[in-house]
């Protein structure tokens, strides 16, 4: 019994971590799917074109000191920060809207 009812709040904990979009304009669930597919591969690339992804050793600070972790956390955070950004606004451009 505790494994099933830690799995079901596991899995409910997961859903709620996806980001789901929706289009009002479009009312045909399987077209609204085709389209949400085509519309994060279009904003994933214009994402990648505007933003560069950080590799491993730019996001991992040599610094060992406090100030050297925290500025490397701040500069990590941003970095996401922006992608997250840009992505978002090309989805919201396309019609889509967080429920």
């Given at each position: 019994?505790?494994?099933?009812s830690?799995?079901?709040a596991?899995?409910m904990?997961l ?5 789901q ?15 949400l597919s085509?519309?994060v591969?279009y ?9 560069g ?15 050297g972790?925290m500025?490397n956390?701040?500069?990590n ?7 997250e ?10 019609g889509?809207?967080?429920p």
């Amino acid at each position: 019994m505790k494994r099933l009812s830690a799995l079901a709040a596991a899995a409910m904990l997961l859903a709620g971590c996806a980001p789901q979009w929706v289009n009002p304009q479009l009312t045909d669930p399987e077209k609204a799917k085709g389209r949400l597919s085509s519309d994060v591969a279009y904003c994933r690339q214009l994402e990648n074109m505007t933003q560069g992804r950080l590799d491993a050793q730019e996001r991992i600070s040599f610094d060992p000191t406090a100030v050297g972790q925290m500025s490397n956390y701040y500069h990590n955070y941003m970095a996401d920060k922006t992608r997250e950004d840009v992505f978002g606004r090309c989805m919201q451009g396309r019609g889509w809207r967080h429920p």
